[in-house]
């Protein structure tokens, strides 16, 4: 099977990283991404109703469904449908949402100017050095090897709470159904690779930015966005907000069978999410913190120039119109574009406020929202949601 190759007039500088790799090419061949486009929602629902459906049906059959509160039924297993019938989808969704903003956001360092002309052969190598490694077959082995490994585990130490309801038989003559081996082997491997396949691209993207920002980026230190005329890669997390949200889900919904049928706190699983909060902003804003280099350097390089360039401004115009001198050399006090004394100071000023760090509201809240909603159900099992709320604005505020 061969890559695509790009659709005619498509932007040379254009990239996608999903798009031909390993996993898009198999589900093309098998029909299940049309010639011309992503196939998402397509997609979606088969994969979800694959690993979910044949559960479901052996369940019913068995009269394994199950009416809560009785905790070993189906029904009462929250994370088995999370995890097939909110992640899966949402992260064949997520998908759609990183091909249509990367194909768009990449060709902007050039048409903004951020890589010089003299850099365009390097950029050019860079995004063909992450198709390659898009295309590759070997990290899809790896992440194969890694799912097979997880749930040979889970078999083997029989730690696996969710396949609870699905055993047959009586005494020591017990073992799992139907039921249980699709889930293991059918459903949490669709999951575990579609997840493990996001984790792969966090490390695409963080492997492409890295070589862009040693491209000797064009940074403009007094641009209004405060991030050198980076400021535009402050929205690029918001592609993984409904992977960040799947993963949630299922944690959370582990988390809500635990506090309904056996007693857990939620005031015990505070840290829990808390370190799942730290972890999701570290991983999924790594790729856009590897520009923080780049931006210390050119501002600290730009506090001292145009330090420079305030100081000497400032000293002619102290010498004519303060000590009453003739200035010879007046071009810096008659050139347009630095204007007044008040002008040269702001452009410094706007220097002195420049973000090494392309972490802002627009960057962090997507992430934080989507970890965090997830789990405000689960606190909501046992604390009032009318006292929630006020402990939120009252940490807001």
């Known amino acids: 099977m061969k890559p695509d190759t790009p659709p005619a007039g498509a932007d040379a500088f254009g990239l996608s990283l999903v ?4 996993l898009f090419r198999l589900q093309r061949r098998v029909g299940l991404i049309p010639a ?12 979800s109703m694959l690993a ?4 479901v049906a052996w369940a019913w059959y068995r009269g394994r469904v199950g009416v809560p509160p009785v905790d070993e039924s189906l029904l009462a297993h929250y994370g088995v449908h999370a995890r097939f019938l909110v992640a899966v989808p949402l992260f064949i969704v997520a ?3 990183a091909h249509a903003f990367t194909t768009k956001l990449l060709p902007y360092f050039v048409t903004s100017g951020l890589v010089p002309e003299a850099a365009l052969p390097a950029f050019r190598q860079a995004l063909a050095d992450t198709a390659r490694l898009r295309n590759a077959t070997l990290p899809w082995i790896a992440i194969l090897a890694i799912v097979i490994g997880v749930l040979t585990a889970a078999t083997i130490t029989g730690d696996v709470h969710e396949i609870n309801w699905a055993v047959e038989g009586e005494g020591s003559a017990t073992h799992p159904g139907f039921g249980a081996w699709w889930l293991l082997y059918v459903g949490r491997g669709i999951y575990l690779t579609l997840m493990l396949g996001w984790l792969w691209r966090v490390v695409l993207f963080l492997m492409l930015f890295r070589k862009i920002s040693k491209l000797g980026l064009s940074i403009v230190p007094t641009h209004p966005d405060r991030n050198g005329g980076l400021g535009f890669l402050a ?20 988390w809500a069978h635990d506090v309904v049928y056996h007693q857990l706190s939620v005031r015990d699983l505070k840290w829990e999410m808390l370190a799942f909060v730290v972890v999701v902003l570290a991983v999924f804003l790594s790729p856009v913190a590897v520009f923080a280099k780049t931006l210390s350097s050119a501002k600290k390089r730009a506090l001292l120039e145009y330090g420079a360039l305030v100081g000497r401004h400032g000293r002619l ?28 100071v702001a ?29 405000l159900a689960v606190l909501s099992l046992q604390i009032p949601v009318v006292e929630l709320v006020k402990r939120l604005v009252g940490a807001l505020l």
């Open 19 to 22: 798009r031909d790799d390993l």
């Open 36 to 47: 011309g486009g992503l196939g998402v929602v397509r997609r979606a629902v088969f994969w």
């Open 52 to 55: 979910w459906l044949p559960i």
């Open 95 to 97: 998908e759609g949402m």
């Open 235 to 254: 929205r690029f997390p918001v592609v993984f907000a409904p992977v960040v949200f799947a993963i949630a889900a299922v944690l959370a919904s582990g």
């Open 317 to 344: 115009v102290r010498e004519r119109w303060i000590e009453g001198r003739e200035v010879k050399d007046d071009a810096v006090l008659g050139a347009p574009e630095l204007g007044p004394v008040a002008d040269t």
């Open 347 to 375: 452009m410094y000023e706007a220097v002195a406020r420049m973000r090494p760090l392309l972490v802002s509201k627009q960057s962090v809240a997507p992430l934080v929202v989507a970890a965090l909603v997830p789990m």
